[in-house]
C-alpha cells in the first residue's frame, strides 16, 4: 500500500491496539491526518500523560493519578466491605453501575498455571496483609465466573479461613434481560443452584 | 465512572475518533495503561509525526513526506494518465488493488453545495492548471459514484472540454463477488446501462 512513512507508522501502531485491524487503523489515520494540529496534539499528550500520571494505588492496587485512587482516599466508602476484582476495568465496570460503596482490591489478572500466572504474579499477598492489617467484616469475592477466576476465589478464601472474616461470592445466574431460550447449560445450572425463596 | 482524570482525559480524545464510542475508547485506555511506556511513546510520537511530516503533494494534493509524493516522483509512472480521486483514502485503496499506473490528483472533497462546497473549496482550478501545462492524454474521472461524486465528475468534465483530452469515468455496475438478488435499483440500472460485449 502506498502511503508515507509517518503515516505507516502510526497505521502500524495503531493495528497493535486491540479489535483494530490494518483497515480500521488506516482510517484512523487518514482522520488523524485530516484533524486540527492542536487536536492530534492533544491526544498524543493524553497517551503521554496517561502513561506518566497514573500509577497503582498502594493500597488497592487500581489505576490512581496520586498516591491511593480516589476510592481508597474516599471518606463516605464503607471501609468494612471489601470487593476483589481480576482488573482495574473491572472494578470500573461495577462503580458505573453505582450500586456497590465499599472498597476494592484488584488483582491484576486471576490464577492461570498454563499461562505461568499463580498466586505470586497476583497481588494476594496484599490482599492478605490488607485484611489483616485493615478492620473488614467482608471480603466479596468478584473475580469473573470463568475457571481461572473461579480458581482464584476458591484460592483466595482459604487463604482467608483463619482471617474470621465474612468471605461471599457474587452469584452467578442467568443476566438481567437475557432470554432463557439462549443461555449456556453452564449459566441455567447456576442459576437453579443459587435460587432463592421468593418473599 | 470512577477513574483518575488523565485516564478519563484519553477516554475522551479516543472517543473522538471515528467508529469509536466510550467503551471502545474505555478498552483501549486500559490497553494503553497497560502498555510498556516505550510501546505508549511510539504511539504518541507517530501522532506528532504524522502532522508534523506529512503535508500535501504540491503536485497532485495527496500526503506525501517531501514536497512531492512517491507517485508523483516516481518515473515509471505513466504521466499521460491522470486519476481524479476525492480522498487521499481512495488514492489509497486504488494503489492497493495495484492495476492503476498512472498518476492522481486529489480533490480533497466533492462539490456539495449543501455543505458549502463548491469547486472553489476543491482542488479543481489547480487540476486545470496541471491538463493545460502537463502533456496529458487521458483524465479518469474517480470520484464516488454518489450525488455529490457524479456532480464533481460533470463539473469536472465541463470545464475540461477544451483541453482537447481524453476524459473518462470508471465504470459503475455489479461489484466483483456481488449477488445480484441483493444489489440496488441503482447499480443494476448502471450494469444495464454500461453493459458490454462478450468477446
Known amino acids: 500500500m502506498y502511503c508515507p512513512q509517518p503515516m505507516l507508522h502510526l497505521i502500524q501502531c495503531l493495528s497493535a491496539l486491540p479489535g483494530i485491524g490494518e483497515k480500521t ?20 499528550r493524553s497517551i503521554l500523560e496517561v502513561k506518566e500520571k497514573v500509577h497503582l494505588c498502594s493500597r ?5 493519578d496520586s498516591v491511593e485512587c480516589a476510592i481508597c482516599r474516599n471518606p463516605s466508602r464503607d471501609a468494612h466491605l471489601l470487593c476483589v476484582v481480576e482488573t482495574p476495568g473491572d472494578l470500573m465496570a461495577i462503580e458505573k453501575a453505582g450500586h456497590y460503596k ?5 488483582l491484576h489478572g486471576a490464577i492461570a498455571p498454563l499461562d505461568g500466572v499463580g498466586p505470586d504474579q497476583l497481588k494476594i499477598k ?9 478492620a473488614m467484616q467482608e471480603i466479596i ?15 483466595i478464601s482459604q487463604q482467608l479461613i483463619s482471617a474470621g472474616v465474612r468471605i461471599t461470592r457474587i452469584a452467578q445466574g442467568v443476566p438481567s434481560g437475557g432470554d432463557i431460550e439462549y ?14 425463596e421468593m418473599k
Chains 1, 2 share one sequence.
Open 183 to 196: 443461555i449456556d447449560e453452564g449459566t441455567l445450572r447456576s442459576a437453579f443452584d443459587g435460587r432463592r
Open 102 to 106: 465499599g472498597l476494592y482490591h484488584v
Open 126 to 134: 496484599e490482599l492478605l496483609q490488607r485484611v489483616s492489617a485493615e
Open 141 to 155: 469475592l468478584a473475580t469473573n465466573p470463568t475457571v481461572s477466576g473461579n480458581a482464584s476465589a476458591l484460592y
Open 25 to 44: 487503523a488506516t482510517r484512523l489515520a487518514l482522520y488523524i491526518m485530516n484533524q486540527t494540529e492542536a487536536d492530534a496534539l492533544q491526544l498524543a
Open 60 to 64: 488497592c492496587f487500581n489505576f490512581a
